[in-house]
């Protein structure tokens, strides 16, 4: 029986034989039981139900393991929900693959998995397959995770060829929350310090559903590693129109916006984990803010800036005093290990 | 510009920033390259163009990384292809994740990557999405992999739950040649010693395809960590039925089985990552027999046992002086990280 308070994970734990056997039966299909995961096969069977099919994959090595907001488990869900969301599908089937440390505590991997069956059951996904290495102590970091997953499209044709010279771009919440919250959660502030800052990790595909059924979306991007600049660099390489973004109306927390300032960081390149980027028609913004504006998680969207013949292939910054800063590519690992 | 030949990855490929484009379109766009992974999405989509689908992970952390045979690239693109066909499912596109540790040499990872693209296109499959991640120098191994597939079912029902007394246990070639050939070329056995044992490491789909074309298959497995004896357990765990396998009908090679004397191990034990076990009706196992020997990697497919109302719950082998022995699940790690 696995010690789930006291006892650490042994290199015999990904053996593939009876000790494997025994963490599937004693934690992760209890967690995660679902008739696709049940049958135990190599694979999962699913019915494909749609014509399109979205197909992800994204691996987890953040440090902490758990921080303000969330930890590595509900990012490894979150974080493929919403690379499918992205595409225009709804998020139906994820995959979990561990590779575990050993020494690694049990009880560090129990909680990570209860968060990862938590957060699953709440986006509406199931894990439908999965697999566990064990790796020497010395030669991991207690685990990474890796999630793909594969979800149904309902609205073809997202893409960044789809955007044209006045597109709003809208987001739908405060940025650098992320990036922040794991940074101050990895620096050791001392005893009695508590961060103010919560992760904004969470599930997008609602949000991403009602963008969609408001109708003119040309494209959703979740602004992740890189934060909100990299992401819309993405859009704008080797186009013939840029973007220019408006600095008042960038939502930044006031928290967030000292915590960059003590630690040398710009909001925007710090990654988010719940924040959407919807570049859309301007006639249709309005409607697309009020779907928005009426879900959870979408109640602080703004628009934030248009899309331009001017500055081709740039994203551009105007700032409050009416300057213009030419917002590049992250060059380099701003934020290391942030997801 | 990366420096394929003497360049060492560092924290900021891992960024998603303007390093991790670079490794991207350098390296693995150029290996990769098919329209759902070109589309450069945060996910891939794809047709859906059967009933059903089959959904498969694995993580790899294979050491060494090149063994005799193969390497960890080529190990993660069978692996997952193995999985699918298991389901009878003919595999389509498979998900490609790394976590790369600061330091590991672009020389390395330009082979491994071409492993991957050459193994891929081989079994008729593509890499449609990915992801790249970067740990410290101290925190990885050099590369992990997982990949994780998407593949359409040809032959619905595989199941242990299919399974009848009488039925034939059959295995496409020698067993325990992965085990043995990465154990040896782990050990240090001093220069000049090469090791005449080749891993079995290959993409089992063709066969898999061709033994449910023959009919009659009641379930297909790919005998990996665990081997041969931990696999069939998870037939007959729980069961009103046993598995009896003849020890003289099983096929091994000299060098294999003398590798095994050498390091204290048992070839029913060793993973395999290119053999394929296949329950079938009495009555179907010429046939079955006669199409994998049709195809290369099965000419030296065998029966090896059958499906025995005796020995309820149990794998059992019936030696070749008669008498019985008891296989059991492998108990602990004999073999770590061995894929």
Request: negative net charge; charged residues 20%; aromatic residues 6%.
């Amino acid at each position: 029986m696995i010690d789930f308070e006291h006892g650490v994970v042994t290199l015999d734990y990904g053996s593939g034989g009876e000790k494997t056997a025994e963490l599937i039966d004693t934690l992760l299909r209890p967690a995660f039981s679902n008739p696709a995961l049940d049958a135990l096969g190599d694979g999962a069977v699913v019915p494909a139900p749609g014509e399109q099919l979205a197909f992800s994959t994204d691996s987890f090595v953040v440090q902490p393991l758990f921080f303000p907001g969330g930890d590595i488990g509900k990012l490894a869900v979150c974080g493929t929900v919403n690379d499918l969301a992205m595409c225009g599908a709804e998020p139906r089937w994820l995959s979990l693959s561990m590779i575990l440390e050993e020494g690694f505590p049990f009880s560090s991997l129990r909680r990570i998995v209860e968060s990862i069956s938590r957060t699953a059951k709440e986006a509406g996904v199931c894990i439908a397959t999965g697999d566990t290495k064990v790796v020497e102590r010395g030669h991991g970091d207690g685990v990474y995770l890796n999630t793909a997953g594969i979800g149904v499209v309902h609205t073809p044709g997202l893409s960044p060829a789809a955007i044209r010279p006045g597109d709003k771009v809208l987001v739908t919440g405060p940025i650098g929350d992320h990036g922040t919250a794991v940074m101050l959660a990895r620096a050791d502030l001392g005893p009695g310090f508590e961060s103010p800052i919560v992760s904004d990790c969470m599930a997008l595909h609602h949000l991403a559903a009602a963008a969609c059924a408001a109708g003119g979306v040309r494209v959703l991007r979740d602004a992740t590693r890189g934060g909100a600049a990299t992401t819309l660099n993405e859009f704008t390489d080797g186009q013939s129109f840029g973007i220019c973004l408006f600095e008042r109306d960038i939502p930044v927390r006031p928290e967030v916006r000292a915590a960059c300032e003590l630690l040398g960081l710009d909001p925007l390149y710090c990654a988010n984990e719940g924040r959407m980027l919807c570049l859309a028609a301007p006639e249709s913004a309005p409607a697309i803010l009020d779907a928005l504006h009426a879900l959870p998680g979408g109640e602080g969207a703004v628009c934030i800036g248009e899309v331009t013949k001017e500055f081709p292939g740039r994203v551009v910054l105007r700032t409050e005093l009416g300057a213009h800063r030419v917002l590049t590519r992250l060059a380099g690992a701003q934020l290391p290990r942030i997801c």
